[in-house]
T-cell receptor, first 110, second 113 residues
Framework: GQQVMQIPQYQHVQEGEDFTTYCNSS?????IQWYKQRPGGHPVFLIQ?????EVKKQKRLTFQFGEAKKNSSLHITATQTTDVGTYFC??????????FGKGTTLSVSS | KAGVTQTPRYLIKTRGQQVTLSCSPI?????VSWYQQTPGQGLQFLFE???????NKGNFPGRFSGRQFSNSRSEMNVSTLELGDSALYLC????????????FGSGTRLTVV
């Protein structure tokens, strides 16, 4: 079945450093979505990418969708303590369920 | 508008018992999905409902079941509880399916003792 792999599992950075998490699917995806879950909270939708090679930015966050629509990345520039949490990618094929990666947990020290 | 509401927030059950969890989606949302979240396993897909029909089902045993009502509210039931069923159960609703992103509820924390 469809699998979504995410690396790294954990990442610790100093405040101000950059951070990147990578997502890979075993199958071609219709779209990729990214979510953030703060400690003790629930996942919150960040963005969706649909087109091959698409790049979207939200302030310090840059999201990319691979040309083959099988991989994606989230890059945070100059991390802040408010960026702490677990970042999940999730993808689906047309008509299938949205499958989540296991997430990358980001910790930031000031 | 009100978010996704899940009840109860916390639940403690004994092995062998059954449990029913409830989810009220955002008004107007017809798609409801359920996920089980455990440490190290991330979010594992349970079911997806759309207009009272189960559209997709994950790889969980038959002890896990769900349904959706005409008002889009959804319930999931777990029978013959096992210790391994202890988890955070998350419900998410979407206005037009996964393409527009999911809004998650705060979840039900189930502990099986």
């Amino acid at each position: 079945g469809q699998q979504v792999m995410q690396i790294p599992q954990y990442q610790h950075v100093q405040e101000g450093e950059d951070f990147t998490t990578y997502c890979n699917s075993s199958t071609t995806l219709s779209n990729i979505q990214w979510y953030k879950q703060r400690p003790g909270g629930h996942p919150v939708f960040l963005i969706q990418l649909v087109k091959s090679g698409e790049v979207k930015k939200q302030k310090r966050l840059t999201f990319q969708f691979g040309e083959a629509k099988k991989n994606s990345s989230l890059h945070i520039t100059a991390t802040q303590t408010t960026d702490v949490g677990t970042y999940f990618c999730a993808g689906d094929q047309a008509g299938t369920a949205l499958i989540f990666g296991k997430g990358t947990t980001l910790s930031v020290s000031s | 508008k009100a978010g996704v509401t899940q009840t109860p927030r916390y639940l403690i059950k004994t092995r062998g018992q059954q449990v029913t969890l409830s989810c009220s989606p955002i008004s107007g949302h017809r798609s409801v999905s359920w996920y089980q979240q455990t440490p190290g396993q991330g979010l594992q897909f349970l079911f997806e409902y759309f207009s009272e029909t189960q559209r997709n089902k994950g790889n969980f045993p038959g002890r896990f079941s769900g349904r959706q009502f005409s008002n889009s509210r959804s319930e999931m039931n777990v029978s013959t509880l096992e210790l391994g069923d202890s988890a955070l159960y998350l419900c998410a609703s979407s206005g037009q399916g996964p393409l527009y992103g999911y809004t998650f509820g705060s979840g039900t924390r189930l502990t099986v003792v």
